[in-house]
């Protein structure tokens, strides 16, 4: 019995031991942190880019419109036609025209013969004021009579339209004879060798876009091709964005493509500045005014380096590395027990 007793007082002594030293062990044991991810500092392109939104416009364009209102009687084209230059593409009815022009000469004619009446009436040279300004009234109505004929003669004259450049039809507000039309309605002709990526650029961007910088283009009808145009305009003026800032277009000339159309949406890459094949890193990598944390056999080294060129995601490292050394991505990562001293 006695035995016993002092067999089973050894095991809560035991017990009580195993529990203590769990217990310390769960408070000493290292407490696991986010593991601390590296990479190595290698040669590559470091490539700075202003991205933006833009769209297909055309830079040749030509809206047509008649200045007086009558009945279309003639349509030569239909919408999406090509025509050549000085192709005729409407015309007007000139009935109701002629017959105007007709009443416009024989209103002047009358007005002329009133206005030669009353000066072979006064030959003597003296006039009355009252003679005055009935003389002054007769020449304002020969004067109106005159300008009233010259412009149905315009209006005659300029009784079709034709056009001016070679191109596509792209609007027509009238498509058939016999419509009524105003000097509201448009008819455009587009000069499809002329289009353009027209890009928004934001005024806080526009100081680093030059002329002839490269733009890496993707249309949104056309994801898969990626195309490589150049800058070769910048506005002068700016305009209001849609959200009330200020931008400035930057356009680059498209090559001619049938598949191309005014209208087309899409994003560009215009690239500001570029190093290649130079020691990059990560702009991640990066802390406390351009340190590092590099890793050794010891641990990891706070390390001062000096930057070139930066973007988004990289940033090129003029000194304070070499190639292959090992860096923290997340310096936060690291901790401070595994921090060495220079």
């Keep these: 019995m006695r035995i016993k007793n002092l067999v089973w007082g050894h095991k809560k002594i035991s017990l009580v031991v195993l529990v203590a030293l769990i217990v310390v062990g769960v408070i000493l044991w290292p407490k696991g942190g986010k593991p601390i991810l590296t990479e190595t500092a290698k040669i590559q392109d470091v490539i700075k880019t202003v991205s933006v939104t833009g769209s297909v416009d055309a830079q040749t364009s030509v809206n047509l419109t008649f ?8 349509v030569g084209v239909k919408l999406g036609d090509t025509v050549k230059k000085y192709q005729i593409i409407v015309s007007l009815d000139q009935t109701q025209l002629q017959a105007t022009f007709r009443q416009a000469q024989q209103d002047f004619v009358a007005a002329k013969a009133a206005s030669q009446q009353y000066y072979d009436d006064h030959t003597s040279g003296t006039e009355s004021d009252a003679q005055k300004v009935q003389r002054t009234a007769i020449d304002d109505v020969q004067n109106k009579a005159y300008d009233q004929m010259l412009k149905v003669q315009h209006d005659i004259a300029n009784s079709s339209l034709y056009a001016p450049i070679a191109g596509i039809v ?20 587009t000069d499809p060798s002329s289009l353009v990526f027209k890009m928004e650029v934001d005024e806080a961007d526009i100081g680093q876009v030059k002329l002839g910088q490269s733009a890496n283009v993707s249309l949104d009808a056309f994801p898969n091709d990626n195309l490589k145009f150049a800058v070769d305009k910048i506005d002068f003026i700016s305009h209001l964005t849609t959200s009330g800032g200020n931008a400035f277009y930057a356009k680059a000339n498209l090559p001619q493509n049938s598949s191309y159309r005014v209208g087309m949406n899409g994003n560009a890459d215009i690239i500001v500045d570029a190093k290649y ?10 802390f ?4 590092v944390y590099v890793k050794t056999a010891k641990g990891y080294m706070k390390k001062k380096i000096v930057l070139g060129l930066q973007n988004d995601t990289q940033a090129q490292v003029l000194s304070g590395l070499s190639e292959g050394d090992t860096v923290a991505i997340d310096p936060t990562s690291v901790p401070q027990n595994l921090v060495v001293k220079n």
């Design 277 to 286: 094949n130079v020691l990059s890193i990560q702009t991640t990598d990066i």
């Design 170 to 189: 792209t609007r027509m507000d009238a498509q058939t004879a016999g419509v009524n039309i105003t000097p509201a309605t448009v008819f455009t002709i």
């Design 288 to 291: 406390d005014n351009n340190y």
């Design 67 to 74: 200045q007086t209102p009558e009945t279309l009687a003639y």
